[in-house]
């Protein structure tokens, strides 16, 4: 082993540089370990806090320091953070063999050894010195690296195939680290500025970079502190310490560990169909197995066939021989044993502990033997790139697909991206539709550089999304009357824009956006005269915006309203009713007003609810342990489809366009899609086809809503007089039975997946909805219904108690946001933990401590409630006190309750490219006028301002909602008042759309103008 001779001359330079005592060896060095990684030919990691899976780039193995070594020429290792490395308190260790020299005139970069997020071993050559940096913002004073920890030595002395020891321990309480270089500290510094919150669910340390080729060996980290003895012993000792941790590390217990690399069943895009089978039909997943062990592996593999229900339908046992570093793969193969979708377990016994998890899936549903209706009320949004995933939808009946991101074949900036003549680029997305007998929704949308109103703007390097400029009107003209005229016999259908409210989709003020619904009107007609035109594409949310824009004319060139509904699919369904009909009633309403005489049905252009995987236990190097991550929620979201489309029928929605379906890749844990990681069709999907099964093509003719186990039932009749079809479903968790007198006979009972089942009273109904058919009028099945006798079961889920009707919250309907429900995985949360400095409780007013407004305890929100919260669809991490030191939220500096406040928050990380950030403030003592401000700051070094204004984006906590506010009110009920009776106060959530959305947001400031309004700011929750 060839090493330089120690740092000395660095415990002579480094300022503040301390020896400290020897300390008492321990017996070991495993405690505190939470993750470690020996390289010793492979990347399997031996213990693990977090999540095992580490992967890396054209990675190889060499000879190491114990063991072997891996060797990284061009990339790093990625290790997941959660539960891996951490921030608050801990320590690292590894060995490095430079590939590279620190004189190298082709490279005068800085090169990176270890990368924790804000915890950095970095050699910055122009000031020739080894940094132990990181990184942190405090309250006031924004975000800043520290450089304090660093290694003066001249790295020429390094030759490349010497081995040298990293080594790093840090303490965020106590604001103590060092760096240590092959087992001597060559830099002991104090420091605030280290950050303590724990990794997001996404995060990775990274050892090695692509700027610091060569071989690396024996990383550990630890959640403790070491000693100056422990370092210097990983140095002088690293095969019998790599013994020792491989002794006395205990053996992974959690179930993530398996002695095979079991994979999943990947069912490419392109061959998306390969995914369904008739009933009946035997499905053969192929499963990939690996051998990571230096030894054979010999067992048996037991597989399980699994219903929606988890229940197992079948099962099967596989011997399994694989050679040391071996590999194979498995053709496991069930049949369908009827409608729906299935997964397959693969269940090991090893060491006396059952291992299991679901490893494939696929759906069951028969051929098409007609084509899809016309008229069918159901649609998606599918991959028109794809025609695997076009062949699919089409297997599984679909009959509608939405021209916008997944089919741009109608944008303009395809069609035309220079002026002049038109290309038709695009034109196999319509065909490839054709194809498999889909219908189009055709979308007018997006403007070409050249034909910007306000002149050509810079044309873009490459094909990205489309501009949102308002358009030159004769260009404009031009464009709808070729697109029309070209596929008139195909696409009947067209709607004037996406999300206009939203301004990454439209760069106009309202009253421009009814103009540009005029010209497409008019140009459309002309074309077509028999062609069906839609205004917007509304989001749900922008009340205001639409309201303008109607009273502009929109609404009066149009056939039609297209609306997206989104909606959270945990919601009880009753709530989730409130939200849709709100959202049906008040474009119904701009249509009266603003439109008369005009029948302009409402479409569900795009909607949905986003859900996690069907496959329980999948890992990923993306991926925190599951016991961190957002629960399993596809069985919420397979109900809530239903549910939800039930419901859109009753209140007269015409046709719904779920958003999205497109090709997934493995890791694609939650999100929209449709299908599953591996391109199977997810629980919610199938749901969804089988309710069209069921009942498109019936006219829905009422809602039977009982009191008893809060019963739901939506009825259609059938075409032709054939009878009639109910869809049922208790309360959260409820069970009632139902003996009703029928008018006619039972015709089948049908389950979520579109299976018959016995029909026979009592029936039996539950939270997942289910069908009766009966051979009876509707409205005869609607009166028996509404005398049947139900009798509970299970009482479900409870509600909060209504309030008094004269003691509700001053809040009328209001729609929630659109953003966190179109882009769900998006969703993250800024940390106010370092930054709060009051909490929700006040003992005593004015002492400048306590809580909310510090206006003693009746006048205070200690009612408020904690942790994750929804406010109008906006999820919101709430800080509890209790947990940091009694401080929850920011309050600041006003004249008549604060004056002993801060007047600014500096540096509250924000960290990523967002779309919007959505705040949920208020303001005490709250006046009309400006009582402060946001500062964005960019990643750039730009910053921009954002006013807070009353009325406006915020608003006194004490009034209730303002017709002229932009924010949405939240009520909370606070029971300790100054007249010793309850009363509601109120917060706002507010939505701040990102003007600058390719830039990252490095951090916001929160700045009070010391006027007589208190600013208050309880949650930031941003979407990308």
Known sequence: MSRTAPFLIMLLLTPGMRLQAADPLPPTLAPGVVFYLPCDGSLASRHAGGSRQVNADAATFVEGQAGQAVTLDAGEVRIPGAGNFSRPRGSLAFWHRPAWRADDPQYTGDRAFFDGGNFLLNYHRSKDVLFFMTGSSRMGEGYRWDYSTAGYHTFAEWQPGQWHHFAATWDSAAGDKVLYLDGLPVSRQRTEWIRSDPFRDSGHVTLGNRTAPGAYDELVLWDRVLSDAEIARLFANPAEVALELDTHLPKPQDARTWPLDIGVCFIPGDRATDAIVEPGQAFTARIPLANPAPQPWQGQLTFQLLDVHETVRAEQTQDVDLPAGGKSELAIAFAAPERGVFKIAVRLEDAGEARERDVASFAAWPLPTTPPRADSFFGQHVNSWSEGLVAQAARLGLAWNRGHDMLQATWWPRVQPEPGEFTWSHDFQIERNRKFGLQILGEFFGTPYWAAAQGPLPKPKKDGYASNARPDPDAFRAYVSAMVARHKDYIRCWETGNEPDVPMFWGGSPEEFAEYCRIAYEAAKAADPQCIILSGGYTQSEWKWHEQAAAAGALKFADAIGVHFYYDATLPPEKLFDKLQTIAEHFRDLAQRYAPGRDLPLWNTEGGSGDTTFLRGYESPDLPPESVREPLNWRAAMHATVQSEAMLQGLGIVHSFQYLWNVASLGNYSGLNAVDMNNVPKPKLLARVALAAQVDGAQYAGTVRRNEGRL?????????????????????????????????????????????????????????????????????????????????????????????????????????????????????????????????????????????????????????????????????????????????????????????????????????????????????????????????????????????????????????????????????????????????????????????????????????????????????????
Not at 857 to 886: A, E, H, I
Not at 989 to 1002: E, F, H
């Open 712 to 1024: 739901w039932a939506s009825v259609w009749q059938k075409p032709d007089a054939a009878g009639a079809v109910v869809l049922w479903w208790t309360g959260r968790g409820g069970r009632v039975t139902v003996t009703a007198t029928w008018p006619g006979q039972i015709g089948k009972a049908v389950d979520i997946m579109g299976n018959d089942r016995p029909a026979a009273e009592p029936f039996d109904v539950a939270e997942e909805p289910a069908y009766v058919h009966v051979t009876a009028p509707a409205a005869d099945v609607i009166a028996a219904l509404e005398k049947a006798e139900i009798r509970v079961v299970t009482e479900p889920e409870p509600f909060a108690p209504e309030p008094p009707k004269d003691d509700r919250p001053v809040v009328p309907p209001l729609p929630d946001y659109a953003a966190p429900a179109e882009n769900p995985a998006g969703v993250f949360f800024a940390d106010l933990s370092r930054f709060a400095n009051m909490g929700f409780h006040d003992d005593k007013a004015g002492d400048g401590i306590g809580g909310w407004a510090d206006e003693g305890p009746l006048n205070c929100l200690d009612t408020m409630p904690l942790g994750r919260q929804t406010f109008y669809g906006v999820p919101f991490q709430v800080l509890d006190p209790t947990t940091n030191g009694g401080r929850a939220i920011v309050t600041l500096r006003g004249a008549n309750a604060t004056p002993q406040l801060p007047e600014k928050v500096e540096g509250i990380p924000v960290g990523n490219r967002v779309r919007c950030l959505y705040f949920l403030h208020t303001a005490a003592w709250g006046n009309p006028g400006e009582p402060g401000k946001y500062v964005v700051r960019y990643e750039d070094g730009q910053t921009l301002d954002v006013p807070l204004r009353i009325p406006g984006n915020t608003h006194n906590w004490w009034n209730g909602y303002d017709p002229s506010e932009e924010s949405r009110p939240v009520p909370v009920r606070v029971t300790e008042t100054g007249t010793g009776k309850p009363a509601w106060r109120y917060l706002r959530v507010w939505q701040w759309d990102n003007p600058r959305k390719d830039v990252a947001i490095l951090s916001l400031d929160v700045v009070s103008n010391a006027g007589p309004s208190t600013p208050i700011l309880i949650a930031v929750t941003g979407v990308r």
